[in-house]
């Protein structure tokens, strides 16, 4: 695997959990130089040094506590000119310091690779080492088990960067066993970008158990557009096909709920496809104007009936009102047209009942551009008319119903 570390600039590899360390641009130490001082709570050891590395220069700054630290007197170490020697072991090999005590105790350091640690990795088909990797992974405090445990999980070719960067964070390994318990392996790089996402192996577990079977580039997908395990088995559940990720996002960028979702699933329309949904919630049409329209009796609504129904401010009580009034409104256009002349439910029952509920949406909204009423309609008849048409209807509103002559 390529390595990615720049020894110019490895701010972020050395900072572990039992020591507070920090990589800064050199300066004041020549290679190879260390300083160190006493911490004031006496339990570690504050060290500045720039070891030797074959590419670059760097310095470092580490606390360690004094339990570390082979040879450690803390007399001869506050003493001027006493001779040091102090040992600092780690799993892939060894800080030596060797120089003086006083105010502030300095000298040469060095760094003693592990032969054991060494040979356990070579064991492991990982990546050849240098004594840099091995220095690197020293101050970061990686042990022989760390590298055991990635081959046990079945990885290969794994390099120090790669070891490195695992032990950094304390729940690195646990993410990787916590994937593999799932059923999955990533890749150590795949890995890498997962974490620096934020996804965690609770986020990949959701969504597995949401029904989603999704990879690598699947999760940064949805994590990138803040989509969690939660709205997912929503949609799933309203209907959405687990294996529809496109239509999930396009969903959720649209703001649309999987609570808006299951209601047109249960509306009585047809099957729904993610562009209807889209199109339904980005008009404004909720789902109870959906299920009313649907349950109004209107044949054979569709979702373009629908959506033109809304777009002319057509309540559903009124789609309803003109169906039950009679056989000659029963399409989209005739409601529409009937709505947008300004006829209320009411003036179309009372024309139904007197017998005018089948006649031509056109007809119907001549007689109401008219005012004929159903109040009148029933006055004429009263009077003893029948059989009239449209246009003695609309003679005798405007003539007056003597126009009609004797009945």
Request: aromatic share 6%; hydrophobic share 40%.
């Amino acid at each position: 695997m390529r390595k990615t570390w720049d020894p110019t600039v490895p701010a972020v590899l050395l900072s572990v959990a039992m020591l507070v360390g920090t990589v800064t641009a050199t300066g004041g130490l020549r290679r190879g130089d260390w300083r160190a001082e006493l911490d004031s709570d006496r339990r570690s050891v504050r060290f500045d040094f720039c070891p030797e590395v074959v590419t670059g220069r760097l310095r470092m700054s580490l606390d360690v506590p004094l339990g570390e630290i082979d040879g450690f007197d803390a007399a001869m170490f506050e003493r001027r000119g006493a001779p040091i020697r102090l040992a600092w072991k780690r799993g892939a090999g060894t800080f030596v310091f060797e120089g003086e005590g006083g105010r502030r105790p300095g000298g040469k350091v060095r760094f003693e690779p592990d032969a054991g640690f060494v040979e356990r990795w070579r064991a492991l088909d990982f990546g050849p080492l240098a004594d840099d990797d091995l220095l690197r992974m020293a101050a970061q405090g990686v042990q022989p088990a760390d590298a055991e445990r990635l081959h046990e999980m079945g990885y290969r070719g794994v390099d120090a960067d790669e070891v490195i960067r695992l032990g950094l964070d304390s729940v690195s390994m646990e993410w990787v066993e916590g994937m593999q318990a799932l059923g999955s392996r990533p890749d150590l790089d795949e890995l890498f970008r997962l974490q620096a996402h934020g996804v965690s192996v609770d986020d990949v577990r959701d969504l597995a158990g949401s029904g989603l079977r999704v990879g690598v580039e699947e999760l940064l997908r949805l994590r990138g557009h803040g989509i969690d395990a939660t709205y997912v088995r929503g949609l799933v559940d309203a209907g959405v096909s687990a294996d529809d990720l496109d239509g999930i996002v396009r969903l959720h960028s649209r703001g649309v709920s999987p609570e808006y979702v299951a209601g047109l699933r249960s509306s009585g329309l047809p099957p729904i496809a993610i562009d209807d949904v889209m199109r339904l919630h980005d008009q404004g049409i909720d789902a109870d104007y959906v299920r009313a329209a649907v349950d109004s009796g209107l044949p054979d609504v569709s979702i373009e009936d629908i959506v033109r129904l809304h777009a002319h401010g057509v309540p559903a009580e009124f789609v309803r009102a003109l169906v039950e009034a009679g056989p000659g409104q029963r399409d989209v256009d005739a409601v529409i047209l009937l709505h947008n002349h300004g006829v209320s439910e009411d003036w179309a029952r009372g024309m139904a009942e007197m017998g005018f509920g089948g006649l031509h949406p056109e007809e119907l909204t001549r007689l109401h551009s008219h005012g004929v009423s159903p109040g009148f309609v029933r006055s004429l008849r009263e009077a003893g008319h029948r059989g009239l048409t449209v246009d003695d209807l609309i003679r005798a509103q405007s003539r007056g119903p003597e126009s009609l002559g004797r009945p």
